[in-house]
C-alpha cells in the first residue's frame, strides 16, 4: 500500500482565475514557497490580529551592509520560518548582498516534514525608498 502524503493548499495571491470562474489555489511546494516568500516580506505588526507574524528584515535594509548585518538576517529569517511554517525543516539560509542593487537575495533550503527531497525558494528584498 503507497504511504499517504499530505497536500498543500493555499491561495494563489495572484487572484487569478482557475477554470471554474473560482480563485486559483497553489498546490503543495508551491504553496509552501509563498507561504514562505510572505512571512519574509511581512513586517511585524502588518497583519491585522496578528502583530506577532512577520519579519524584521526590512528594518536592516537601511543600514550599512556588513557581515554582521547578513548574520542577523540570516538569523531572523531563520527564526521567523521556524516559528511560523511548522510544514517545513530549514535546512540552510543564505543572504547574497548585492550592493550596486541595493537589494538583498535571501535563498532559503528547506524540505517539507514529510519528504525528505530538498527545495531552494530565492526572494529578494530591496529599499523602496
Known sequence: MPRKTRTYTDLDFNFSLAANNDVAVKNDENAVKQSIRNLVLTANYERPFH?????QVHNLLFENFTPMTEVIVRQTVYDVLVKFEPRIFVINVDVNAQD???TLGVTVTFRFTNDPRPVTVT??????R
Open 123 to 128: 526572494t529578494f528584498l530591496s529599499r523602496v
Open 100 to 102: 550596486d542593487l541595493n
Open 51 to 55: 502583530p506577532e507574524l512577520g519579519c
